[in-house]
Every structure is written in C-alpha cells, then in structure tokens.
C-alpha cells in the first residue's frame, strides 16, 4: 500500500476522499484490549500466589514487568514510527500481543506465564504512540479534542476497569479467562485493521544510534524497575539493589538527554520541553498518572484488608467511577474543543484536591457511598485533567516533533506509575507497621494500621494534587503550528 503523506492536504481529515472512521477503529479496538492488561491483574495477584505457589515479591513481576518492559520499549517508538508504516507498526504489534496472550492464557508454570505477559507489554509499549501519532497527524488541531477524549476513554477507562472486571472474572470464572476473553478481541482488531487501516505520515528511515538505544533502555528501565523493587521489597529504598538501580537509571538518563541535544537525528527529541504548555501538560501528566495508579492499589487494599470485603465486592465498588470515567472522557474531549483547557482543568484540579483531602480521613466505619463518590471524583478529574492536558500540549508541537511528543508522554505513563505505586504503597505498609509497632496490645492493630496508612498516603496526594492546581493557572490554549511558525524557528534555534 501507498504511503500517503499528506502532502495535498495539511491534515488527512480535510480530504473529501479520506474515511478517518476505520482508522479510529481499528486502532481503538486494539488499544483497549491491550491498556486494559495493564492492571487487569491486579486483584488477582493473590490467586496466582496460591496457583503457583509463589512469595508476592514474585508475583509481583506480573506487573512489574509491564511497566518494566514498556519503560524500555516506548521511547524507541519515536525511531519505529519513522522506520515502518502505519499498518506494519499496528499490525506488527498487535500480533505481538496476541501472541503474548495465547500463551498467557495456556500458561502450565509461573515462567512461562510471565513471557506471555512481557510480549503483551512489548506490544502494548509501541501500540500507544502510534494511536497518538496517527491522529496527530489526521486532524487538525481544533478538532482534536473530541478525538483524543475517546482515546482518553481507552486510556484511562480500560486501565481503570481492570479490577472490577479481573475481580469478578477471577472469582466466577478462573484466571485463565483473564487472557481468553481477550484473545477473540487483539484477533478482531488484526483483521480488521489489515482491511481497513491506511497509512498516514512519511517513512523517513532516520539514522538510528544504537548507543542511544542502550542508554534509553537502562535509563527509562533502572527508574521503572528501581522504584518496582522498592515497592515489593521489605527494606523499600534502604535496599542496596534498589538505591543502585536507581542510580544506575538517572545516571544514564542524564547521558540520553545530553547525547539528544548533541544528535542531528536524536532517538528521543528533548527540545519538545522547550515549548511550555508541553512542560506543563507533561507536569500534570505525572501527576494524574501517579493518582490514578496508586489509588487502583492502595482502595483494593484498603476495602479488601480494613473493610474485609471480598475482591468482587471491591471491584464492584470501584465501578462507578470507572463507568463515569469512560463516559466523561469523550465529553471532556468535545468541551476541550469549545472551551480549551483552562476551564476544564483548573476546576477539576480543585475537585481532584477536595477528593484527595477526603480519603485521608477514611475509616473502618466509613459509609460506602462515601468511598463510591471519593472514587467517582478521581476518576471525573482525570478526565477532565489528562486527555485534556495531553493534547493542549502536543498541539504546540511542529509536526516533526510529535512522534518524540508522543513518545515522551507514554513512556512517563510507566515511569509515573512505577513511581506512584511503590512510593505510596511504600508509605502505606511503613505506616502500618510503625502503627502496629506502637499498639501492639490493639487487638485491631493490623486493620488500623492499614487506615492509618491510607491516611497518610492520600494526605501526601492531596498536597501533590495542590501542585496540580497551581500548574494547571499557568494553562492556556496552545496555538496550532501554522500560527507559530515563526517562534518554531526561534526556539528551534
């Protein structure tokens, strides 16, 4: 098939002759499915412990490699999207994926189920950046709102209503058919995007520096696996395994980013952070991820080990605002496009910190209704923050820059997680045992501790997500690149 570069027309979109439907489709279609394994294991990580008869800090690599193999994979996209076609990068990855779910699925040993689990990542890592790319560079910038909040949806909806769904699945159905419900879908989303998807940008082929590589893979990856460690460990960051791997990762990040600015044809463009509203979409980017993955965590944790409450009833109970999530994020997308971003964002950054401030003082005797509402308000303020956000900022980016955009953005999405899942559950499990220390004649002792966790986790969180309100002040509308040529060539320059 034709590369089609677009060269008659700025943006696919305006083409009378061009069906932007079975593009969005198709890549829709598989973006859901393979978002949706990033956290559809989370609450049944206690099934495969007793399955396989493994320790949690074992187990704990299911998710621990995603993230892992993901920080690696997806800062290379940027260098795959100019090397391979639109429907050879889709395909390629999905396929990839597919493969990684089928042998997830009839997985005989805890090995063997976690290579299935590292392909699904690997094909989940590059299948983000080419949904942003594309519809970067289909539509034009004011239209661009209601597009990215129903990939907003995929985004944030699929990851969000993995533990409902892994909870009632794993307790009525068994673990397999966390893979076997998917595997009809990833093959669905092949077919259909080999008849259907079409492809849009140029094949440039830039020179490809392996060193670049290598210093991404063990900066992007010591961060993502550093902070894993700490969060399963016993020793958390004290951990001389950890603070190295840490070190190891910032230190080779810091040679990335220079060797980038020195490239004539970089891996990852660094210079995108040159232009503010992209800082500053990235800055409340970090921030939501860490909310929202840490809160998949740490209300399971609470609800299962303060409340006592069965997984299922757990999942149920986080429904309702994954539900609204995916319904508001469409919505979200179509107000960005009238309104723009400050009127969306600034108020949700409030509700998000109101939200915050009111599950720090959660209890044992707290009403379910309350915990449902706290939950709805998250999930309502991600929509309103991230999609939003993500794409005010990349539509200041020149479109030679927006595979690296796109790259930057998903590859913080492991790193935050990472970052936000083990500081907090870190946090949390200091807490309790400091708790259970200090009243060890409280028969309730454990139970309390964890409430005494919660709180202090989300008391930090609350204070986090005052930053996000103060960043989300400096917000504005960001100008198309044909309106800011010129500017392009200063900070170019």
């Known amino acids: 098939m034709e590369e089609n570069t677009s060269s008659k027309y700025e943006f696919l979109a305006d083409d009378p002759n061009f069906n932007a439907k079975p593009v969005v489709i198709s890549l829709i279609i598989g973006a859901f499915f393979a978002i949706l394994n990033e956290t559809l294991l989370n609450i049944a990580l206690t099934t495969l412990m007793d399955v396989f008869s493994l320790e949690r800090t074992t187990v704990q690599w299911m998710a621990t490699s995603f993230m892992l193999v993901m920080g690696i994979l997806t800062p290379i996209s940027a260098l795959l999207l100019q090397w391979f076609s639109t429907r050879k990068m889709f395909i390629g990855t999905m396929t990839v994926f597919t493969v990684g779910t089928v042998i997830s699925a009839v997985a005989p040993s805890f090995s063997v189920l976690l290579l299935g689990r590292i392909l699904q990542a690997a094909g989940t890592g590059v299948l983000l950046p080419i949904i942003f790319n594309t519809f970067l560079l289909i539509f ?203 009127k969306l964002i600034i108020p949700a950054t409030l509700l998000l910190s109101i939200t915050m401030l009111t599950l720090s003082t959660i209890g044992t005797d707290t009403p379910i209704a309350l915990i449902v509402a706290c939950y709805m308000g998250l999930m309502l303020s991600i929509s309103a923050i991230m999609m939003p956000a993500q794409t005010n900022g990349l539509n200041q980016l020149p479109k030679r820059l927006y595979p690296h955009g796109t790259a930057i953005m998903n590859t913080l999405q492991p790193v935050a997680g990472a970052i936000g899942v083990s500081v907090f559950v870190s946090i949390l499990s200091a807490r309790q045992a400091s708790y259970v220390s200090a009243n060890a004649q409280d028969p309730n002792a454990q139970i309390n501790g964890i409430v005494s966790g919660v709180h202090s986790v989300y008391l930090i969180i609350f204070g986090i997500a005052l930053i996000a309100f103060v960043l989300s002040l400096f917000m504005k509308r960001a100008k198309p690149e044909e309106e800011h040529t010129q500017s392009d060539r200063a900070v170019n320059e």
Do not use: C, H
Not at 272 to 280: G, K, L
Not at 306 to 331: E, H, K, T
């Open 140 to 342: 034009p910038p004011e239209r661009r709102g209601s597009v990215m909040g129903t990939v907003g949806l995929v985004i944030m909806f699929a990851p969000a209503i993995g533990p409902t769904l892994s909870g009632v699945i794993v307790e009525y159905l068994g673990w397999r058919y966390l893979f076997i419900t998917v595997i009809p879908f990833a093959l669905f989303s092949i077919l259909f995007g080999w008849k259907y998807l079409r492809n849009v940008g140029e094949v440039t082929k830039p020179k490809i520096d392996i060193l670049s590589i290598f210093l991404s893979s063990i900066g992007f990856g010591g961060i993502v696996l550093g902070f894993s460690l700490a969060g399963e460990g016993e020793s958390g960051f004290l951990d001389p395994s950890v603070y190295g791997t840490l070190l190891i990762g910032v230190v080779s990040l810091v040679l990335f980013t220079i060797r980038q600015l020195k490239l004539d044809e970089p891996l990852l463009d660094v210079r995108v952070f040159r232009y503010p509203m992209f800082s500053v979409a990235v800055g409340l980017f970090l921030i939501i991820i860490m909310s929202m993955f840490s809160s998949e965590i740490i209300m399971p944790m609470y609800m299962q080990d303060a409340l006592l409450l069965a997984p299922a009833a757990a999942g149920l109970i986080l429904l309702p605002g994954s539900l609204l999530n995916g319904l508001m994020s469409p919505v979200m997308g179509k107000l960005f496009d009238k309104y723009g971003p400050r």
